[in-house]
């Protein structure tokens, strides 16, 4: 499977400001998945990240809040803006990698992200 | 009624026992299911996937999907301590959509 990294591995941030995590995989991908898992949580899918076009995001995830870009088939940021402490979690990237009817998803490392 | 149904846990076994994980869902649509696994502080490590009805085998894990009953299970023979850990539950939906069930602690005794 695909070789993926983090960047942030940990941050602790301030409320009101923003960070930017960085995904990169070892190989080209076509779809790159954004994810969060809150504090005792599971995960929840936050976006797919769409190389040269405009993430996908679901429910209850709003550009303006979790700006991504995708500007080539490596690599992935995912930007946490106006933070607050509700933001605190870890956030996952994930590739997919299989044919259209076996696709697994492989997971990176994750950032954790404090918000005082 | 959550897409995804695990129950948290713990489940607790002693070592070299078989452990029993299970999952239910909703969506009769969706045709891939996994298993993750998550020890405490990492990311989710893919163990398991399964696409048809039936046992799927690896190792000491085997999993077992009955699409008409709408669960997969995973079972763990010669339960280690090193299996202690959380234990996620995902489908696939929408074609690369992954859901998780709320994960399932798993403690195995030595």
């Known amino acids: 499977s695909a070789v993926i990294s983090q960047k942030p591995s940990r941050d602790i941030c301030q409320r009101g400001t923003s960070l930017t995590i960085q995904c990169q995989v070892d190989s080209q991908v076509t779809m790159m998945f954004w994810y969060r898992q809150q504090p005792g949580q599971s995960l929840t899918l936050i976006a797919t990240?769409?190389?040269?076009?405009?993430?996908?995001?679901e429910s209850g995830f709003v550009i303006d809040k979790f700006p991504i870009s995708r500007p080539n088939l490596t690599f992935s940021t995912l930007t946490v803006s106006n933070m607050s402490p509700e933001d605190s979690s870890i956030y996952l990237c994930?590739?997919?990698?299989?044919?259209?009817?076996?696709?697994?998803?492989?997971f990176g490392p994750g950032t954790r992200l404090t918000v005082l | 009624q959550k897409e995804v149904e695990q129950n948290s846990g713990p489940l607790s076994v002693p070592e070299g026992a078989i452990a029993s994980l299970n999952c239910t869902y909703s969506?009769?649509?969706?045709?891939?299911f996994f298993w993750y696994r998550q020890y405490s502080g990492k990311s989710p490590e893919l163990i398991m996937s399964i696409y048809s009805n039936g046992d799927k085998e690896d190792g000491r894990f085997t999993a077992q999907l009955n699409k008409a009953s709408q669960y997969v299970s995973l079972l763990i023979r010669d339960s280690q301590p090193s299996d202690s850990a959380t234990y996620l539950c995902?489908?696939?939906?929408?074609?690369?959509?992954?859901?998780f069930g709320a994960g399932t602690i798993l403690r195995v005794k030595s």
């Open positions: 969506d009769r649509v969706s045709q891939s």
């Open positions: 995902a489908l696939n939906r929408n074609g690369n959509k992954l859901v």
């Open positions: 990240a769409n190389q040269g076009s405009e993430a996908t995001y």
């Open positions: 994930s590739v997919e990698e299989g044919g259209a009817s076996t696709d697994t998803q492989y």
